[in-house]
């Protein structure tokens, strides 16, 4: 009977998740396609035909940007990776897991939009470094003439990435370490003679790697494709790729928006091929792994590249965190000129006008957060529970749905997800928004919610069923309860996930739903930093906020549950 | 003969509006939300925005809803999209503060509503002669299908803190530049100020400037540009970092002037200096200019998508920002101190005094100053001198 309806209620969800998260991304991605291959009647385009990708190839730069696209994601998600490694293999046996998630949180916490905001300001000639050191140390009186921010060789972006990417990695590092026996594996390698450093590269890196591969894939693909931080720090003639089709989709001349959508598959083909290639790479790096392993040699090289590591990510932290202040100083601003290191004169006067139109942005973004968190973790509960209660194990195919939407890249299909929505009379609208940002925020809960949910003790649900519960009050009354800290830490991604959406909102709401984060990336573009930190701030604060609750609120009500304040129970 | 009357017919089946009194209009409207999208990277127009939304509330129970835009084709690709879908009626976009290059192109996919302008009761304040700066935009006749509501002209800006005589012509500009190298930029090209600045330098480069009046084509285009780039060519590597990346917009220039990253910038709007002095976004010692000779001015809109939702509602809005009240505050440099796109002499004593009022600064040109209003060139020469920048300098 339960297994049965363990079943029913699997296949519910599968027909949710196909009706409300494949169709979509299929109709969309068929949208672009065909505008890619020169069908767009709106614009009286009637292909099938190959000019979208001549036109493509033509635009001037258009090669440049693919470039820098490819050099910016393959090395931020290299480096970013490496860093994270090194820095885990630092503080393995230093802190334990919680210190280091604590640690990292605000920054898997702050959307992307807001840190590159305040990393440009940071790093940029007129930023808060240059004035810290001018001009009794550098002489200048104006900012000089360097190329920093918008460099043309894409650094910035690549530092922006790195400081966001690697607390990810570092997480997801730590998820995964849980499952090997590292500890052991140390102690016999050292036995063995070789350095700790050694051991970590060579037998715990691979075990590890293994298991968080489908993460890296996602953040190459994010990489690849990222437009609100190409925007805040990327090259700007030409920028990378996503940014460039960005930019076609909207001029003013919408015949370009059938080289940008052939720029849009290019993209998604990208995104798979680079992924395709990184897949290679990791053979290769295994082969060359064995063959020195194979060699024998022991001692403590590689110890350097561990501290190293761990110190390049304290520094790239510590910008990270200069950078949230920043934002956040200039929101209280009201002039601060170069070369001052502090504002000449403080000021609340964004902050005393919400109806300015923060207010509403910070409303929409509360509201949709919300809903969209509770969506998506109703539905992750009920997927969950489906499998559990059919007795089912997840399939391979099962995890590549949930990845898909971070896979494809945003730009690939919400264009034509547009078009979709629009003919179906929804778009513009609230829910809209609320749809398209479940997309990304179903897969994230998904994923923080299933290794904790698998993990529960099974004896206490059997003695829960021993004790003639049936299989809603085992849910209800043993296992959310149990539960809660792992749940309220995924609604926390998820809550954060949804503050962080850019294109999503910008395209499905029609830009009719403001939101702090398509305010924030409008007003990077803008002269006042004052206004543009005010909403970069509360941008910040509101999911960092929904952490700490997360994390409060469990050891509030477990406070004389010792063992259910812990991370699972 | 035939032709135009059964166009009017078809015309007049498919706009019901025309019909319609201006009361049945106002009392239509009642009860709308006018989703005006409009370029929202300026605080003191979205506050004006906010402004006008409280007045034609209280007036007409009629409330905007500003859709901020990083860029206006967001609005023309909406239509767009909406077009695509099939949705003819009740579109997400109730109006476009629009110009030029975005008119044009909706005005010729017939993605406009209108004519409306003439039913507007306040259009009686307008110059609307052919020719006149508030029938032309960007030189393409508005016909009816986009209301004025700002004027805009072309001025730099520069700190007097740093630079005691700031270049007047493109010429003296590139010597200034010379001699400083890196202090001076413009925004990108593919921004319409980046454009407009290039545009100034060609009315003021090119052998025969009325040639710019009539559309570039292959033909002419090489010949009417050739010195502007090679005034561009000696001017790029004196810019700032080489010339080898632009700031976005004339805002973001606008910091980089307060940051003292540059010593020159510009706007479209004369008042941009008061204006941004008022609001603590560049030093007291900044001030407008206009150069030799005059300066390209042009006229802001509104147009009214043909799929509209709120079309009652939109033209409401339309003709309380011609209202001659609306107009004089406006103008005022504590609010948004954009010049009134009236005709000074369609207004009465009463009006005009209005106008007298409004308080002044330093950093204001006086409109003696500010020289005369060059006309916009075709839009055609903009998407052209666009398109051979980008080909020329960006690799």
Known sequence: MTRAGGRWLRAAVLAV??????????????????????????????????????????LPGALTSLRLTLWTGFASTALSLVLALAAAAWAHGRFGPRAIGRAIAPFLAVPHAALAIGLAFVIAPSGWIARGLSPWATGWDVPPDLAIVHDPAGLALILGLVIKEVPFFLLVILGALAQVPAAAQMRAGRALGYGPAQVWAFVITPQVYAQIRLP?????????????????????????????????FLAPDSG????????AVAQAVIALGAIALWRGTE?????????????????RTWSGAAWGGAGIVGALLLLGLLSLAALTLWSLTWRWSFPNVWPESLSLHTWARPGAGWGL??????VIGFVTTALALTLAVAWLEGEERGGLARARWAEGLIYLPLIVPQVAFLYGLQVVFVRL??????????????LFVFPYVMIALSDPWRALDPRLLRAAAALGAGPMRRLFAVRLPVLLRPLLTAAAIGFAVSVAQYLPTLFLGAGRVPTLTTEAVTLSSSSDRRVTGTYATLQSALPFLVYAAAFLIPAWVFRHRRALSGETG | MRLPILTAVLLAAALPLRAESWDEIVAAARGQTVYWNAWGGDERTNDFIAWASDQVEAQYGVTIQQVKLADTAEAVTRVVAEKAAGQDADGSVDMIWINGANFLSMKEQGLLHGPFVADLPNARYLDLSPGSAASVDFTVPVEGYEAPWRLAKFVMTYDSARVETPPRSMAALLEWSAANPGRFTHPAVSNFMGATFLKQALIELTPDASALQGPATEGNFDAATAPLWAWYDALRPTLWRGGETFPENASVQEQMLNDGAVDISMAFDPASAAAAIEKGLLPETARAYALEGGTIGNISF???????????????????????????????????????????????????AAFNALPTSPALPTLEALGPTLIEPHPSWMTMIAEAWAERYTR
């Open chain 1, 425 to 438: 009379g929804l778009a513009g609208g609230i829910g809209a928004v609320i749809w398209g940002q479940a």
């Open chain 1, 256 to 263: 370009l928006i059938l080289p940008a959508s052939a720029a």
């Open chain 1, 361 to 366: 942005a910070a409303l929409n973004t509360l």
């Open chain 1, 216 to 248: 890296v894939y996602v953040v190459l693909s994010f990489a690849l494709s990222v437009v609100d931080l190409g925007i805040i720090l990327g090259p700007s003639n030409p920028p990378v790729l996503a940014v460039a089709m960005t930019r076609w």
């Open chain 2, 302 to 352: 509104v147009a009214i998508p043909y799929n509209a939702a709120h079309k009652e509602g939109a033209m409401v809005v339309a003709n309380f920002l011609l209202d001659p009240a609306t107009q004089a505050h406006a103008q005022d440099i504590t609010v948004l101190g954009s010049f009134a796109v009236l005709d000074p002499a369609k207004l009465g004593e009463a009006e005009r």
């Open chain 1, 17 to 58: 998740v196909a009706l409300g998260l494949v169709l979509p991304i299929a109709a969309g991605l068929w949208g672009t396609l065909a505008a890619a291959f020169g069908h767009l009647p709106a614009i009286g385009a009637n292909g099938p035909s190959l000019a979208p990708w001549r036109q493509l190839v033509d």
């Open chain 1, 283 to 299: 053979t290769l790096v295994s082969l060359a792994g064995r063959a020195i392993l194979r060699r024998g040699r022991r001692g």
